[in-house]
């Protein structure tokens, strides 16, 4: 499975963490995708909204390039004109359609109205984790205790770290990791 992240589940910490440690190839449950005109909007929010310098934006978004050499794909900008979605995100739509059964992770829904149109699915992150969970429970089971294992300021067990999903909107996720 393909999923293009837009840019505003990037902003944050812990859902960015969560979105490519479960797209790693080491739990490879997705193939994450963006562009350089999404990781140019992480870029700018990063620093205009969080106040971040420039040179720790640079190396997060050099490590997420390392990570994930083959994510960065530039849409046709023919299908990009084509779309029938808010102007601001047809660039992410037009990667979406790209190549069927490619899905859109984004918190903003109302830019993606008519993307079912075109066969493509327009998830939250909560829904997106939801139904990797649901399709693999052991894998994001290990994935999550690896992204706990991995924090240590402050260090987190694996249940505390679910605890932050919930607060971070990842309510669904979250219930769902703690009830099975």
């Not at 910490?13 to 140019?40: K, M």
């Not at 998830?123 to 991995?150: I, K």
Request: glycine share 4%.
């Amino acid at each position: 499975m393909r999923a293009v992240l837009d840019a505003d589940v990037l902003f944050g910490v812990l859902v960015r963490d969560t979105l490519l440690t479960l797209g790693a190839q080491r739990f490879g449950l997705y193939t994450p995708i963006w562009s350089e005109e999404i990781l140019a909007e992480l870029e700018r929010n990063q620093r205009r909204k969080l106040g971040r310098p420039a040179d720790k934006v640079a190396q997060l978004l050099a490590d997420m390039r390392d990570a994930f050499p083959t994510a960065s794909q530039k849409p046709d900008p023919q299908a990009v004109d084509a779309m029938p979605n808010h102007p601001k995100d047809r660039h992410v739509l037009a990667l979406a359609v790209s190549e069927p059964g490619t899905r859109v992770v984004t918190n903003n829904l109302r830019h993606f109205r008519r993307a079912d149109w075109l066969g493509v699915v327009v998830q939250t992150p909560d829904e997106f984790l939801c139904d990797l969970f649901d399709m693999r429970p052991a894998v994001v089971r290990a994935a999550v205790s690896a992204q706990a294992a991995r924090l240590t300021r402050p260090p987190q067990t694996p249940e505390q770290l679910i605890e932050r999903y919930a607060i971070v909107g990842l309510v669904e996720f979250a219930a769902r990791l703690l009830s099975a």
